[in-house]
């Protein structure tokens, strides 16, 4: 895994050879319902054993008989010692005691308690957006490092194994949404961590990407919602082009430091496309200030400086 270096975007257009995932062992939180659970079953038709965090009892369970080399785990995600027992767990189950992928999934939305107006007395807005969207996953990418860490050193070799954490941004993550301040900062916030691990992540074997889907319908909106949605005439993504998406990651090695849209097919010949959002490109200007940004705490200074 060589440092972090911009090449431009990825093709999407080309299929992934997945032969390489068989064996590996994934975790994947809020996997039990919606985009959660197409990853879930994306990776299990690739050989992939995966770990379901969610809290969700009754359809984990369901889910963890229905599909062979799956393991479903009760977590909220906002909880920290519930993903600590869930990265335990997904060692024990894993057939290699090995963690390698690891998508921070699970998230939710709500009406946005910044943005509505309230009763006269102006009570504390309720922020539970952040906790779930935000905190989750800083803890699951916390986790993550460490189990990487722990499996490859920190010294780049070539025997290290592929790992990769992926976090879920959404349209919210980089587009104009208004009324959503929250949802729309906890998405943007995927983006600001990968950034801040990307160019380090090569010291344990390891990459970052951001998947975000466009409209999907599932059960994070009402039925209604979806329903207007397309009534005003919004084209949806699917779960199946989502599942696709991620495996187009993990299944290339040298994919690191991306967002990936996860589109209707009218904009993306396969559903999903890089956005080539998150580098400069011919802007000096911006490309010298990102240099001199790293200048007091070089990525060659160490993974811990
Ligand atoms: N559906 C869309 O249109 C859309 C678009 C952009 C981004 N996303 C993002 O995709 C991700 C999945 O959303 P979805 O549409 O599949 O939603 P969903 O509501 O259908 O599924 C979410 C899953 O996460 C679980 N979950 C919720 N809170 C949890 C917690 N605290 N701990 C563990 N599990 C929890 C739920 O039980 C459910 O199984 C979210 O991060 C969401 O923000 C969705």
Redesign the pocket.
Known sequence: MPPYVHTGPVDCSQDADCSTLAGKTAIV????????EAYVRALVAAGVYVCI????TQ?GQKLEAELPGTKFIP????TWTDQVRLFEAAVTFSPTNRIHYVVA?????RVDEVFQPGPDSLPEPDLSIID??IK?PLYTAKLAMHYFIRQNGTTPTPEQEDTCLIL?????AFLDVPRTPQYCAS?WAMRGIMHSLRRTAYYYGSRVNVI?????Q????PEEAFAHAKRVGVEFATTEDAGRCLLRILADGRVNGHSFFVTARKWAEKGFLDLDLEDFGDDALLGEVQAMQMVSAPVEAGLFG
């Not at 999934?105 to 939305?109: F, K, M, R």
């Open positions: 939180t809020g996997g039990a319902n919606g985009l959660g965090g969610d809290i969700d359809k977590c909220s995600t906002g999934n699970a998230g939710i939305h779930i969207n989750g879920i941004g959404s349209g919210a998405k975000s889907p466009w409209y999907v599932t059960g994070i909106l």
